[in-house]
């Protein structure tokens, strides 16, 4: 699996400056940046409100040819799924903890012909996403607490399931990244990468970073 060895930066645009949106998109992408990452929150599932649909239609518009990876951290992704398929988005994760189909909503994603991502949070163990192993192109592992940007790496409760889903990933001979977002950082990324996470989702250490073509080159490391 050689192509898990490289790692994919993906900055997040929480942390970007939105009232210069499209050229906080251009700035990321001309610094290095692999992904533009997004994410979604809903005031339910996390204690945070983000931004929605039409707000990612608006970065597709300013990056036309950007990988786009939508993180739904929000209760009834299943509902919602239709309108963020139509913002043309290249991947969207969903996360195991909420109560509706995920197996389902896992394959109407592939069936919009999107790559589909599964996330679990630094409290949940990673048995909950064995059953979708072979649904998804993404693992999230999520490194701290979502909701809000600029919390401090969670190592030793996420680095073992980093690991372990690595080994399975293996044993099952299946294809998918295993991502990492929350206080990834010139410091954390080299401990994930050890781990086995290939995308690091970045967004205080790279938008807010005095260069950040600098702080790319330093997370891949």
Not at 11 to 39: F, V
Not at 84 to 100: G, K, M, Q, S, W
Not at 132 to 151: K, R
Request: charged letters at 20%.
């Amino acid at each position: 699996m050689a192509k898990f060895n490289q790692s994919i930066v993906a900055p997040s645009l929480l942390a970007a400056d939105w009232t210069q949106l499209g050229a906080e998109c251009d700035r990321a992408l001309a610094a290095g940046a692999d992904w533009l990452h997004l994410d979604v929150m809903d005031g339910h599932f996390v204690d945070n409100i983000s931004y929605g649909p039409s707000f990612i239609r608006h970065v597709r518009q300013a990056a036309p040819d950007a990988y786009l990876d939508a993180h739904l951290m929000i209760e009834r992704a299943d509902h919602y799924l239709d309108r963020f398929i139509e913002t043309e988005v290249n991947n969207i994760t969903i996360h195991v903890e909420p109560d509706y189909p995920v197996g389902e909503t896992l394959r109407r994603i592939r069936a919009a012909g999107l790559s589909a991502g599964l996330a679990i949070n630094p409290a949940t163990s990673l048995d909950a996403a064995l059953p979708f192993l072979d649904q998804i192109d993404l693992l999230l592992v999520m490194t701290v607490v979502p909701g809000f940007g600029g919390q401090s790496f969670m190592a030793k409760e996420t680095m073992p399931k980093v690991e372990a889903a690595v080994a399975l990933r293996a044993e099952r001979d299946l294809a998918f990244h295993i991502e990492v977002d929350g206080g990834i950082d010139a410091a954390t990324a080299p401990v994930a990468t050890a781990a086995g996470a290939n995308v690091l989702v970045a967004g205080t250490s790279a938008f807010k970073a005095p260069d950040m073509a600098t702080a790319i080159t330093a997370l891949r490391g």
